[in-house]
Nanobody
Framework: DVQLVESGGGSVQAGGSLRISCKAT????????MAWFRQAPGKEREGVAT???????NYAESVKGRFTIIMNNAQNTVWLQVNSLLPEDTAVYYC??????????????????????WGQGTQVTVS
């Protein structure tokens, strides 16, 4: 089975940076789409960034220019580099992955139903 394990969250002051990681294991297909979502208290889970197996990336408007999604195939790891953090970036950040047919459109859709595998989440707090 596919497993996704996040790490690297924490507390940071506004304007600071973090890199959160997600290691993927157990997948067999070389065609995929990986994503980061986040969920703030009292809000819906929203897509933040996606990357596919060809290296294409997509970002939510709210994080463009501040966040970068990086896929390292050799290490089976996807990182989210978050810079210029704002208090409204405070949320639990979830790694998600798709290795089935939905991976073809998940890059652009960035919606929860297109991702079948999820990590446990990591807290990012900006004060």
């Amino acid at each position: 089975d596919v497993q996704l394990v996040e790490s690297g969250g924490g507390s940071v002051q506004a304007g600071g940076s973090l890199r959160i990681s997600c290691k993927a294991t157990g997948y067999t297909s070389s065609s995929y789409c990986m994503a980061w979502f986040r969920q703030a208290p009292g809000k819906e889970r929203e897509g933040v960034a996606t990357v596919d197996s060809t290296g294409n990336a997509n970002y939510a408007e709210s994080v463009k220019g501040r966040f970068t999604i990086i896929m390292n195939n050799a290490q089976n790891t996807v990182w989210l580099q978050v810079n210029s953090l704002l208090p409204e970036d405070t949320a639990v950040y979830y790694c998600a992955g798709s290795w089935d047919v939905s991976a073809k459109w998940a890059l652009e859709s960035m919606t929860r139903p297109d991702f079948g595998y999820w990590g446990q989440g990591t807290q990012v707090t900006v004060s």
